[in-house]
C-alpha cells in the first residue's frame, strides 16, 4: 500500500525542528549525498515515498538535482519521513552523524542568510526561475502566495484550473504575482515572502543559479 500524507493536519508533519535542519543543510547534502543507490530506495521501501514521487527525483538530470528534488519532497512526507532518511545514510555515516550532531545542540542548528547582490535583488524574476521556484516549494506555496498578495479566491482558481499539477498551479499563481506586480515584483519582494513562510533563503539562491 502506497504511503499517503495528510500535509493539512499538524500530527502528520515532519517536526518543525527536522524541517529547519534540512533546510540549513541543503545546500551540503545536496553536494556530498548520492541518492539513487540505496536512499531513494529505502524510502520507498518504508512507504515514505511513493512510486511517482520516486520517478521524479530520477528524472532529475544531475545527482544534484535529484538529491534537492528529494528534499522538497521530505517535509511533506509525514512524522516519519526524517528518522527513515537517517536510517537511509548507512553509506554516508559523516552526513548523518553531522544532522545528529546539530540536531543535540541546545541552540539548534544555524540558518545563514542567503546575500545576494543588489542587481539581482532588483531584478524582476523571469519565467525559468519562477518555475524552478516552483518546483522547489513544498506545502509553504499558499502562504508565500497569499504574501505575495493573491486572495483566496485566486488561490482556488489556481488549483482548479490545474488539478493534475502542483507545480503549474504554484506557477500559474506566481505569474499572477509578477503580472499585477509589475515593476514591484522584484526578487527581493519574493525573498520576504519566502522568509515570513519559512523558507529558508538558500532555496531562492539555488533556483537563481
Known amino acids: 500500500m502506497i504511503y499517503t500524507v495528510r500535509t493539512g493536519c499538524p500530527r502528520f508533519r515532519m517536526d518543525p525542528e527536522h524541517r529547519a535542519l534540512l533546510r540549513t543543510h541543503r545546500l551540503q547534502l545536496s553536494g556530498e549525498l548520492l541518492v539513487s543507490d540505496t536512499i531513494v530506495p529505502l524510502l520507498f521501501q518504508e512507504d515514505i515515498l511513493s512510486e511517482a514521487q520516486v520517478e521524479e527525483i530520477e528524472a532529475q538530470p544531475t545527482n544534484r538535482r535529484k538529491c534537492l528534488k528529494l528534499l ?24 548523518r552523524d553531522k544532522l545528529l550532531l546539530d540536531l543535540r ?52 482558481r489556481c488549483r482548479s484550473d490545474h488539478q493534475l499539477s502542483t507545480h503549474a498551479a504554484v ?39
Not at 545563514?112 to 518555475?131: A, C, I, K, N, T
Not at 515572502?193 to 531562492?204: D, I, K, N, T
Open 171 to 209: 506557477l500559474a499563481g506566481l505569474v499572477q504575482w509578477r503580472r499585477s506586480g509589475g515593476k514591484t515584483a522584484t526578487v527581493q519582494r519574493l525573498a520576504k515572502s519566502l522568509q515570513e513562510a519559512g523558507v529558508h533563503p538558500s532555496v531562492l539562491e539555488d533556483v537563481l543559479l
Open 72 to 95: 522538497d519532497l521530505l517535509p511533506s512526507r509525514g512524522p516519519r519521513a526524517f528518522d527513515c532518511f537517517l536510517r537511509s545514510l548507512q553509506d554516508f555515516s559523516w552526513v
Open 105 to 156: 545542540t541546545p541552540t539548534g542548528p544555524a540558518r545563514p542568510d542567503v546575500r545576494l547582490p543588489d542587481s539581482v535583488l532588483q531584478e524582476v524574476p523571469p519565467d525559468r526561475v519562477l518555475s524552478r521556484l516552483a518546483s522547489r516549494l513544498g506545502s509553504e506555496w499558499e502562504s508565500v502566495l497569499m504574501d505575495l498578495g493573491l486572495s483566496a479566491e485566486d488561490l482556488f
